[in-house]
């Protein structure tokens, strides 16, 4: 066995620098392509190594019996890019296989739990159809003995436009998603703000940062026009609800904006506000009149009593 290696290197650095095509079994050179074939006949495992012009390169092939030798693993010398099924790779590590229709790709990790059909507990990529615009492309997935548990979700855009992510737990149902111009969602697939939430909110604080000019003090202004009470009665006789307040139909249809509810509150109490300090002047001017009054009372009531002991 040491005689038969020795050999082929001998016989490699010497046709190395030759013109001609060498062959010894399964082993040949020609030029500056170096593989290692097998004669049999059928799909059979051979690997190739060598120079492909001026690019060197390291490839290991599946050969078949007419001597195709189509790539499982391909190392480009210049940039050192390793490709698998492409002697093209395009970065430093390229899987070229198809991975569509719910088919798993490339695996990053595997436990030592699984099952005969190879989908055990394993963190890897699965590939899904990529013909749709804002349809699901690809997805990094947890999977537990073939279900999937969890998994990042990448939706397929328009050219250089559109795309989203998507976030899935418990059997893969989707629970937040990131669409093409940036809205979050949770818990709905379609988010029509910044951040929509179908669901409750459970915060410790809440900060609103509101545009200048919203916050409602020009109602304590000397030429704001305070609507009288007799005003406000009125209009709540006809519309059942305070003016610049939203009825509970509106409310019920279009949902309520927090911060500008707040500033519309908080306007009603600064009004009610004014309207207290209203009355209490109108009640502190009954007072002193009911003073005076009383002071009248006691001196018509002595000069009464001065009259009828006369």
């Given at each position: 066995m040491k005689n038969s290696y020795l050999?082929?290197?001998?016989?490699?650095?010497q046709s190395i620098f030759a013109q001609k095509e060498y062959a010894l079994g399964s082993f040949k050179i020609n030029n500056d392509d170096v593989y290692l074939t097998s004669l049999n006949s059928g799909n059979v495992a051979g690997m190739d190594m060598g120079?492909?012009?001026?690019?060197?390169?390291?490839?290991?092939?599946?050969?078949?019996?007419?001597?195709?030798r189509n790539n499982i693993l391909y190392m480009r010398g210049v940039d050192g890019y390793l490709g698998?099924?492409?002697?093209?790779?395009?970065?430093?590590?390229?899987?070229?296989?198809?991975?569509?229709?719910?088919?798993?790709?490339?695996?990053?990790g595997r436990l030592s739990e699984g099952n005969t059909n190879g989908e055990g507990t394993f963190l890897g990529v699965r590939g899904y159809s990529n013909s749709v615009v804002n349809g699901k492309s690809?997805?990094?997935?947890?999977s537990f003995f073939g279900i999937t548990n969890s998994a990042i979700n990448f939706f397929r855009g328009n050219s250089t436009t559109g795309g989203g992510i998507s976030f899935s737990t418990n059997n893969n149902t989707e629970q937040m998603r990131i669409d093409f111009i940036g809205n979050v969602g949770i818990g709905t697939t379609t988010p029509d703000s910044r951040l929509t939430v179908?669901?409750?909110?459970?915060?410790?604080?809440?900060?609103?940062?509101?545009?200048?000019?919203?916050?409602?003090?020009?109602?304590?202004?000397?030429?704001?026009k305070l609507k009288s009470l007799q005003e406000v009665e009125e209009y709540i006789n006809q519309n059942s609800h305070l003016p610049e307040i939203p009825s509970a139909?509106?409310?019920?249809?279009n949902g309520l904006m927090l911060g500008e509810m707040n500033m519309s509150l908080l306007k009603k109490i600064e009004e009610l506000m004014l309207y207290m300090i209203q009355q209490n002047k109108?009640?502190?001017?009954?007072q002193?009149?009911?003073?005076?009054?009383?002071?009248?009372?006691?001196?018509l009531e002595s000069r009464l009593a001065k009259v009828e002991t006369k």
């Open positions: 050999i082929i290197v001998l016989f490699v650095f120079f492909n012009g001026q690019t060197g390169f390291i490839k290991f092939s599946a050969h078949t019996g007419n001597s195709n698998l099924g492409t002697n093209t790779p395009r970065a430093a590590l390229d899987v070229a296989t198809i991975i569509e229709n719910g088919l798993l790709g490339t695996v990053f690809f997805a990094i997935e947890h179908a669901g409750n909110i459970h915060a410790r604080e809440v900060k609103v940062t509101l545009n200048a000019g919203v916050v409602p003090d020009y109602v304590f202004a000397n030429d704001y139909k509106e409310v019920e249809a109108v009640m502190n001017e009954l002193e009149a009911n003073k005076v009054m009383k002071a009248n009372q006691i001196i």
